[in-house]
Structures are given as C-alpha cells and as structure tokens.
C-alpha cells in the first residue's frame, strides 16, 4: 500500500514528460528578458533586482575599479573604509529589499550631503550595507530613502541568484525517477 502511493505520488509529480533543469547554466545562455537578483549570502533572500545595479561614485573611497561580476562586463565597484579602519568592496543600487536600523547619521558619510542608517537583511537580520539619503530629505518618519537617496550592499554579503541556482545539485536519485516512468 505505502509503495502504491509513493509510485502514484512519484509519477504525479515527476511525470514522464517532467524534467529537472539543467543546473549547469550560464548568464549568457540565458535570454536578455531573464531578470537575475541579489540575495543575502546567509538566507537566500532577494535583496534586489540586478537591473538595480547603479553607479554613484564615493569621493571618500579608497579604490574604484571597473570589472565583471554577476554576468555583467562592466561593474562599478568601490573600496570603503569606515572610522574603525574596516575596509567593505561595495556596490551602488538604486532599490533594495532591506531594512534600515537606528537613525540617519551625518558622520563619517561616504557621500558629502547624505546621511546614512545600516541597511540589514529583511528575513535574517544580517548586515548586507547601509541605505544614504539626501541630508534636507532626511527626516525620522522617513526609515527609506527617498527616490533620490540609494543603497550600498557589501559584496561578500550577497550573492546573485543565476549563480546561487547553478550550486544547487539534483540529487542522484531524482535522476533516476525519469528513467522509471519512461
């Protein structure tokens, strides 16, 4: 009895003409329309859309460098130093799934004219970077910034999600399932 019901539920839900994805993909394979996100290194959940991706340039960064990453050949990434000498590679977005935590300060800004609160990850509270805003915007009643305001992800706190996919491994014996009802 128990071996009929796992074969009925097994060819429900892996039926002959149901394939598992091939995990071995590229950004390029993929078409234009493909939209791919950023996500949280520690959960996996989105943080924003790659089309997000902006360039704002930091008079206060230590490095600026222009390289490949996630797909794209041309990725603004800058270095940063904050007052206890960290040193963070970031990356600029216009939007972003994260919330900001205390009040906006105006020291130690990266950007003259903004204030800036930590930006952490919605579902597990990490640290990913800090959202700024313009300083004559900035209120307490905002905890967003404006649409002229941006945000700042640390890279080694998020990680795009084609890329996030193509770790993930079909375990062996989902392969085999394919065989059995053919």
Same mark, same amino acid.
């Given at each position: 009895m128990v071996f009929a019901v796992v074969f009925i539920f097994v060819c429900l839900a892996y039926g002959g003409s149901a394939r598992f994805q091939d995990t071995d993909v590229h950004s390029e394979d993929l078409p234009k329309a493909a939209i791919d996100y950023l996500l949280c290194r520690h959960c996996g959940t989105d943080i924003s859309p790659l089309t997000s991706l902006t360039s704002i340039d930091s008079p206060a960064a230590i490095k600026k460098? &222009? *390289?490949q990453? %996630?797909?794209l050949k041309e990725v603004k990434v800058q270095t940063?130093?904050?007052s206890l000498h960290l040193r963070f590679e970031i990356l600029t977005l216009s939007k972003a799934l994260c919330v900001g935590k205390g009040n906006w300060q105006s020291e130690d800004s990266w950007y003259p004219g903004y204030v800036w609160k930590v930006c952490v990850c919605a579902q597990c509270g990490r640290h990913i970077g800090w959202m700024f805003e313009p300083l004559h915007l900035a209120t307490s009643e905002r905890i967003y910034p404006s649409n002229k305001g941006f945000y700042i992800v640390i890279i080694s706190s998020i990680i795009n999600e084609l890329h996030a996919d193509s770790l993930i491994l079909v375990p062996k014996h %989902?392969? *085999? &399932?394919g065989q059995i009802s053919d």
């Open positions: 460098r &222009i *390289t990453l %996630f797909g940063v130093e904050n %989902f392969s *085999t &399932i």
